[in-house]
């Protein structure tokens, strides 16, 4: 199946700092990709879909501002987190759908463990 | 508002037994339904996917079932090993067209030898 590759796979940073996650579609091109992010014992909850060649579509709840996104190229989406605070410390995955096949079957990353002192 | 309840309680069965977990939803008409499985700190890895109108679909040990009248799907697991302890997260579609899956919270099966 398709691969989608997480970077950094965990990251510790003071508050205050900027922190970019990267998500790479390895075997595929991906024209959206999705960002998650899940709190313990928490469902997974879309942040926001990441568009090849245009701004990212946030939801409802989301600051565009803090949560910044980047779909550089057809394989590569990546995710800022602007001035972190303790509140943003996450688990933050991103997932791509197969090109060509509108299932809505998605192939996810391994996830961005966030930590904000 | 959408909703989609699977149970939070860890499932612990014997190996060598069937698994069943179950998925509810409610102000929803997907047109299908999705299972993942998550283990910790990893992201989700796609199980089945079954339609609408489709009753049941199976897949090696796997089996789920989708009843639109009831607003349910069942997850099964057959000849449960260890290796199958991990999340299991029911993903159905939003009504409307769109085809990105909102998951439930996902139920801890444990399997034990």
């Known amino acids: 199946g398709a691969v989608v590759s997480q970077h950094p796979s965990w990251v510790i940073c003071k508050s205050g700092t900027s922190v970019k996650i990267e998500c790479r579609s390895l075997d595929f091109q991906a024209t959206t990709m999705f960002w998650y992010r899940q709190f313990p014992k928490q469902s997974l909850m879309l942040m926001a879909t990441s568009n090849e060649g245009s701004k990212a579509t946030y939801e409802q709840g989301v600051e565009k501002d803090k949560f910044l996104i980047n779909h550089a190229s057809l394989t590569l989406s990546t995710l800022t987190v602007t001035s972190a605070h303790p509140e943003d410390s996450s688990f933050y995955i991103c997932?791509?759908?197969?090109?060509?096949?509108?299932?809505?079957?998605?192939?996810f990353g391994e996830g961005s463990r966030l930590t904000v002192l | 508002s959408q909703k989609i309840e699977q149970n939070s309680e860890a499932l612990n069965i014997q190996e060598g037994k069937t698994a069943t977990l179950t998925c509810n939803y409610t102000n929803y008409s997907p047109a299908y339904l999705q299972w993942y499985r998550q283990d910790p700190g990893r992201g989700p890895v796609f199980l089945l996917l079954?339609?609408?109108?489709?009753k049941e679909k199976r897949k090696e040990r796997l089996k789920v079932t989708f009843d639109t009248t009831l607003k349910q799907s069942l997850f099964h697991i057959t000849a449960s090993q260890p290796a199958d302890s991990a999340t299991y997260l029911c993903?159905?579609?939003?009504?409307?067209?769109?085809?990105?899956?909102?998951f439930g919270r996902g139920t801890s099966l444990i399997v034990h030898p």
């Open positions: 997932s791509a759908p197969d090109s060509g096949v509108n299932t809505g079957e998605l192939f």
């Open positions: 993903a159905p579609s939003p009504s409307g067209g769109s085809y990105i899956p909102t």
């Open positions: 079954i339609r609408e109108n489709e």
